[in-house]
T-cell receptor
């Protein structure tokens, strides 16, 4: 199956700093990428959808100025958590799909801990 | 409004027996359904899918059944193995919502040796 690489797999940062998470499709062109967060023992919560070359579409309740998403190329999308606070600590996961794909392929996730 | 529902948060099954995970959906415009398996601190991995034009799809030990009239699908794992212990997410997508994939809350499967 297709491969999606997500980096870093875990990060610890101080409150007030910004953290960037990268999501790369290694063997296909990802026309659409999705970003999710998951709290312990809860489902995946879709945060935003990004299409290559256009602005991301954020789900209701997700602050676009806090969670900056960039999808500048067909193989890379980034999520930047700006001015992170302890309540932003969570497991963040990206997924990607190509234009002709019906399946999503997921990254391995990033565990963010904000101290 | 939960469009994809997995009403059982957990399921415990003996090794070698059948595991049946259920999923209900409300949006009749969904036309593609997927099951993902997730281990702790890892991203979900695709398991099996089914198009709305079918009512069954089988892949090894995994079979997905779709009942469109009841808006219900199920994942059967037979025989269940301890390595199958994970959280299983049901997901649905379709033209409505721009092919956005909607996930259920997940069911945690425990397979006892």
């Amino acid at each position: 199956g297709a491969v999606v690489s997500q980096h870093p797999s875990w990060v610890i940062c101080k409150s007030g700093t910004s953290v960037k998470i990268e999501c790369r499709s290694l063997d296909f062109q990802a026309t659409t990428m999705f970003w999710y967060r998951q709290f312990p023992k809860q489902s995946l919560m879709l945060m935003a959808t990004s299409n290559e070359g256009s602005k991301a579409t954020y789900e209701q309740g997700v602050e676009k100025d806090k969670f900056l998403i960039n999808h500048a190329s067909l193989t890379l999308s980034t999520l930047t958590v700006t001015s992170a606070h302890p309540e932003d600590s969570s497991f963040y996961i990206c997924s990607a799909k190509g234009q002709t794909m019906e399946k999503l392929f997921f990254g391995s996730g990033t565990q963010l801990s904000v101290l | 409004d939960q469009q994809v529902k997995q009403n059982s948060p957990s399921l415990s099954v003996q090794e070698g027996r059948i595991s049946i995970l259920n999923c209900d959906y409300t949006n009749s415009m969904f036309d593609y359904f997927l099951w993902y398996k997730k281990y702790p601190a890892e991203g979900p991995t695709f398991l099996i899918s089914i198009s709305s034009i079918k009512d069954k799809n089988e892949d090894g030990r995994f079979t997905v059944f779709l009942n469109k009239s009841a808006k219900h699908l199920s994942l059967h794992i037979v025989p269940s193995q301890p390595g199958d212990s994970a959280v299983y997410f049901c997901a649905a997508s379709g033209l409505t919502g721009g092919f956005k994939t909607i996930f259920g809350a997940g069911t945690r499967l425990f397979v006892k040796a």
